[in-house]
C-alpha cells in the first residue's frame, strides 16, 4: 500500500517535471534554433525563444536535402515494414498458439532468441545474402553437378532490399501470443462447430478482436522503420533510394562552410513531424493495445 504524504507528493512531481523536461528539452533547442537567424543561432548565450523564420529556413533545408524524393522513400520504406511485421507476426503467433504441434514451443523460443540478434549484430551476413540472392543457390547447383552458374541477382538500391531484412520481428510476435494465450479455448471450438477453418477463423475472428494491438505495433513499427539509419545506408547507393535519415549529412554544416545550424535544425524539424503525427492519431490504441486487459 503506498500512502501518499506531502513529501512523497513533491518527490514524485520532482521526478516527473525532471523528466519532462529532460524529455522536451531537446526538442524545445530544435523548435527554437529553426526559427531563428543566422546570427541568432550562433549567439552565446542561446535564445530558447522562437523567432519569425521557421517557414523560410525549412524551405532552405527542404531544398538543400532534396527531402521531397528522401521522405518519399522513407514513407515508402516505413510503411511496407509495418505492414509487413504486423502481418508477419500475427500470422506467426497464431500458428504458434492455435496448431497442435508438440514444436511449437521450440519455434515459439527460437523466434523470442532473436530479441537478442539486432540488425547492428547480424548485418554482416544480412548484407551478404541481400547482395547476392542467388549464392546459395550456385554453390548447391556446384556441388551436385560440379557446373558453375552465372547468375547474379541483388536487392541493392530497391525498396525490397530496404523492407525484406527487416520484416520479421520477435516483438510483435510476442505481443500477439500474449493476446491469443487469453483468448477462451470455447471461442476456438465454437468456429471449428460452426465449420471455419484456420484462415477464417484467423480472419473473421482474431484479427478484430486483435485491432487494438495491430494499431499498437503498427505505430511502434512505422517509428522503427522510419528512424532507420544504418540499412539504408548499407543498401543505398543510388541518391534515387535515399532516405531522411541519410540526407540529414546534407544538412550538416562542412568544416570550413557557414555554420547555419537554423537550417539544420529546421531540417530535423521536417523529419521529425510524420513519426510525430502517426503516433499522435494512433497514441489512443496504443496505449490500450499495450496496457488494456479487455478486448
Known sequence: MIQRTPFANALTYGVMIFGFLLLIGPFIVIVSGASQTFQQVNAIPFSFVPQDRLFENMGAAWSRANLGTAMLNSFVMASLVTVGKVALSALTA?????????????FFWM???????PLEVRVVPTYAVAADLFQPIRLLISAITGFEVSVDWNLLNSYAGLTLPLIATATGTFLYRQFYLTLPDELAEAAR????GAIRFFIDMLLPLSRTNML???????????????????MVTDP????????LV??????NGTPDWNVTLAGSLIIMLPPLIVVAVLQRWFVRGLVATEK
Open 94 to 106: 497464431f500458428a504458434i498458439v492455435f496448431f497442435r504441434t508438440p514444436l511449437k514451443g521450440f
Open 111 to 117: 523466434v523470442f532468441i532473436t530479441l537478442m540478434l
Open 193 to 196: 462447430m460452426d465449420g471455419s
Open 216 to 234: 499498437a505495433l503498427t505505430t511502434i513499427m512505422f517509428v522503427y522503420g522510419w528512424n532507420q539509419y544504418l540499412w539504408p545506408l548499407l
Open 240 to 247: 534515387q533510394y535515399k532516405t531522411t535519415m541519410m540526407s
Open 250 to 255: 546534407a544538412l550538416l554544416p562542412s568544416d
